[in-house]
């Protein structure tokens, strides 16, 4: 359905919701609150509604919660423990992999899959997910749920890949964690350069 004009958020609304969306870290979510599922499809699907050069709509996204989100974990772990340099492994990290993916209700590995053969650019194809994810990340804020992209080489690394089923030609690009903010959060503040220092009037 297209909405008619009068049902769209104001101008300054959607500029407000913008600018109060932040990265909500799991350990800022509230663990013992579940995320219903309707709602959960409610926001995948605006993530849908990104834009997609030639409608090739190349995201796949792979839902962790309760005990798989255990699973998840153990792989992100193994992963790190088999791509990482010795010079560059860090025991707080690996802690980290194990702990995040069980403080958030709700763990969203995200993945490039292509579905239109190759004649669109790998880059727009992640362009196009990327898009998705902040649609994702804005309805969530919008629904006052809390949630935090998250990347990294351990996304990359073959035991995960394969783990997750992605293909060669597939790539994951980040996990979301979402949840309910915890009830005595304060929500975080962030600043922007200034625009005109990002302008090139021509
Ligand atoms: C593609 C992408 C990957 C990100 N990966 C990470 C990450 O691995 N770890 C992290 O702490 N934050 C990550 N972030 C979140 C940024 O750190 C965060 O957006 C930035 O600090 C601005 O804060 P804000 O989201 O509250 O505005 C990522 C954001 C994007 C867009």
């Known amino acids: 359905m297209i909405p008619s004009p009068f049902m769209l958020p104001s101008h300054s ?6 600018r109060h969306r932040r990265s909500i870290k799991p350990v800022d979510l509230d663990h013992s609150r579940d995320v219903d599922r309707s709602l959960l499809s409610q926001i995948l699907e605006d993530a849908t509604w990104a834009p997609s050069h030639g409608m090739t709509e ?3 996204f792979h839902l962790f919660t309760a005990e798989s989100r255990q699973q998840l974990a153990a792989q992100m772990q193994e992963a790190y423990r088999e791509s990482t340099p010795p010079a560059e492994f860090r025991e707080d990290k690996l802690r980290k992999m194990g702990e995040n993916p069980l403080l958030a209700p709700v763990v969203i590995a995200c993945v490039m899959e292509r579905n239109g053969g190759t004649k669109i650019p790998e880059i727009e194809e992640i362009e ?3 898009c998705a994810l902040q649609n994702l990340q804005l309805s969530a804020t919008a629904a006052g749920l809390g949630c935090y992209w998250s990347s990294g080489l351990v996304l990359d690394a073959p035991g995960f890949r394969t783990w997750l089923g992605i293909r060669a030609e597939d790539r994951c690009v980040g996990l979301i964690y979402l949840g309910w903010p915890r009830p005595d959060l304060n929500w975080p503040r962030s600043v922007r350069k200034p625009v005109d220092t990002k302008m090139v009037w021509h």
């Open 58 to 60: 190349p995201w796949k």
């Open 13 to 18: 609304q959607l500029s407000a919701l913008l």
């Open 128 to 130: 196009a997910v990327a």
